[in-house]
């Protein structure tokens, strides 16, 4: 289970997390762990979810999250970074 940097676990999402299997073990917990993320309610950026992950593909993960029917939105942030969240309505 992933850790916040409060120290309190993140939640898991039931519905979301078990979708996302692939092959790839590695992949598949990075992307139970981004959905996990989401789905906990934070709005994170593309360097923030790699920080977390230890991963350096954060936006390739979202966009696979994406395809797979989660409703990851953004907004583009003055510094031109975007900011990932899941619309409340989505969840």
């Known amino acids: 289970m992933t850790q916040q ?4 676990p993140i939640e898991s999402a039931p519905g979301y997390l078990e979708q996302y299997q692939c092959k ?6 990075t992307k139970q762990t981004i959905a996990a993320l989401f789905t ?4 994170l950026t593309a360097v923030q ?10 936006r390739k993960h979202i ?9 990851i939105a953004d ?10 969240f899941i619309k409340k309505d989505a969840l």
């Open 75 to 84: 907004y583009r942030l003055p510094n031109r970074q975007k900011v990932y």
């Open 24 to 29: 790839d073990t590695k992949h598949s917990r």
């Open 63 to 71: 966009s696979d999250l994406r395809r797979r029917g989660m409703n």
């Open 5 to 8: 940097k409060t120290g309190a």
């Open 40 to 43: 906990s309610g934070r709005q």
């Open 49 to 58: 979810i790699n920080q977390l992950t230890n991963q350096n593909d954060a």
